[in-house]
């Protein structure tokens, strides 16, 4: 079974659980939000690609309208709900619309798994940090791989294999190979960059 879904192709990647905030400014996106709010109905965002988008997205819902001004735009914030497929693209509206088959993630990450993902992030922030205060997480209690890969500074390819994955152990895990493959070098870099302030001298 399929559902049809407005469709919002923006240039990034939205994961379920997540938050994001929108300026909704063009008449397609105000017609479509305001039936999304009189229907309370979700819709997709899409990452753009090219001159398409990926096929692989996430619906949405209006979380809170943060403010609306005189000419029908709106501050809003949306959240990610679940991922979908995108299965084929109406264009009879004046914002696309998709037909998409709804995706289940599967929840099958131990909690060594788990653990180590987020020690591991915790490790990154403080080095990227460089001694400033770090922000305190808090991470859900499932789908950890969508909180941790909405805070990581990666391109939107790798945040589209993310999300097109189905296991979240088989995120983690390639999340884990991120942090182990980035960590080191980061810290190389801090550690070259003290030398070269203290002209060569290790204090």
């Keep these: 079974m399929s559902d049809l879904l ?3 192709p923006l240039e990034l990647v939205l994961f379920p659980g997540m938050a994001l905030p929108l300026h909704i400014f063009e008449p397609r996106y105000k017609e479509m939000i305001g039936e999304c709010l009189q229907h309370d109905s979700p ?14 997205g996430c619906s949405a819902e209006v979380a809170t309208v943060v403010k609306r001004y005189d000419d029908g735009r709106m501050d809003i914030v949306a959240r990610g709900l ?3 497929e995108l299965i084929e693209i109406h264009q009879e509206r004046s914002f696309l619309q998709g037909e998409v088959k709804m995706l289940k993630d599967e929840s099958d990450a ?3 798994t788990r653990k180590k993902a ?16 770090v922000p305190t997480l808090d991470p859900p209690d499932d789908l950890l791989s969508f909180y941790l890969i909405s805070h990581l500074p990666v391109d939107l390819d ?11 152990s088989q995120r983690l895990a390639t999340l884990i190979e991120y ?3 980035i960590i080191p070098k980061l810290g190389k870099m801090i ?7 203290s002209n060569g001298h290790i204090m």
């Design 118 to 133: 987020l020690d591991l992030h915790s490790s990154l922030l403080l080095l990227a940090a460089s001694g400033q205060a």
């Design 6 to 8: 407005p469709l919002f």
């Design 82 to 84: 679940q991922r979908f």
């Design 179 to 181: 942090y182990e493959a």
């Design 191 to 197: 550690q070259g960059k003290k030398k070269s302030g």
């Design 43 to 56: 819709f997709g965002i899409v990452r753009t690609v090219g001159d398409g988008v990926a096929q692989i």
């Design 110 to 112: 131990d909690a060594q």
């Design 158 to 168: 790798f945040k589209q294999t993310i999300l097109a994955m189905p296991s979240e």
